[in-house]
């Protein structure tokens, strides 16, 4: 019980959240996804912090719900992951995501990582949706939006008959971001973190929102939030900032507002 460490760490506006627990192979057990998302919400409410990192052990993300767990006694174990706000948390960060990572990315480590904005990939990572062979389905989106990206068939290759796919090939399908040596992987997390903390904050969080209506709403009503979204932005001082940049061919300085 004294092996799992959810920490968190900061580089300039960059926060990195590191979920590791050798004793379970980084299951995401009950006590990961509280320890997880008090992280997540800590970091949340941090004004400071303008991109975040995800990321587990050093050879395994997340490898998946804690199947002890679940054997023990499936209905209490459901109602833990229900009632804890893991998922809900992960989904509030009013910031970009970053999943960097690593090994086997399977089950609910697979629909985290799916789950997050961006994704840099271990070359060694392996992606894939177990959870039929156990009797059950993904339960936190996996099938969904691994099927919204790359297509109902793939996912059904993949959620019903149990196939896995190696980094390169979640790349080529759209899963994966980036796909770095094993060594660089939350490096390089950072790295990309970082070039979208250096972003204006305002126009970031546009885009997420934009990015959210891809699956949720019809393409009309999408653009013509885009609309609204880019007349509120070219109000703000960040926007008169990148113009005024552009045109003067030097570096943006901007404040968030």
Not at 68 to 93: I, K, N
């Amino acid at each position: 019980m004294t092996a799992l460490r959810v920490s968190t760490t900061t580089h300039d506006q960059v926060a990195v959240i590191r979920v590791d627990d050798p004793s379970t192979s980084n299951a995401l057990s009950h006590r990961a996804r509280v320890q997880a998302t008090a992280a997540l919400e800590s970091v949340a409410a941090d004004r400071d912090i303008r991109a975040v990192v995800l990321t587990g052990g050093d050879d395994t993300f997340l490898s998946g719900g804690d199947i002890g767990e679940l054997a023990a006694d499936p209905t209490t174990a459901m109602a833990a992951r229900d009632g804890d706000r893991f998922w809900q948390a992960l989904d509030d960060v009013p910031v970009p995501v970053v999943a960097a990572v690593a090994g086997p990315v399977l089950g609910g480590g697979c629909e985290v990582a799916l789950a997050c904005d961006l994704v840099v990939a271990a070359d060694g990572a392996v992606f894939g949706l177990p959870e039929v062979g156990l009797g059950i389905l993904p339960g936190a989106g996996g099938v969904q939006r691994w099927g919204r990206v790359a297509g109902r068939l793939r996912a059904a290759a993949v959620a019903l008959a149990g196939q896995t796919v190696d980094a390169w090939t979640a790349w080529d399908l759209g899963l994966v971001s980036r796909v770095v040596p094993q060594q660089r992987t939350v490096a390089a997390g950072v790295a990309l973190a970082a070039e979208v903390a250096a972003r204006p904050p305002l126009a970031v969080r546009s885009v997420l929102a934009s990015l959210a209506d891809v699956e949720e709403v019809p393409l009309s009503v999408a653009t013509a939030r885009d609309r609204d979204r880019v007349t509120a932005l070219l109000g703000t001082a960040d926007a008169r900032e990148g113009f005024a940049a552009f045109l003067e061919q030097r570096p943006p300085r901007f404040i968030g507002r």
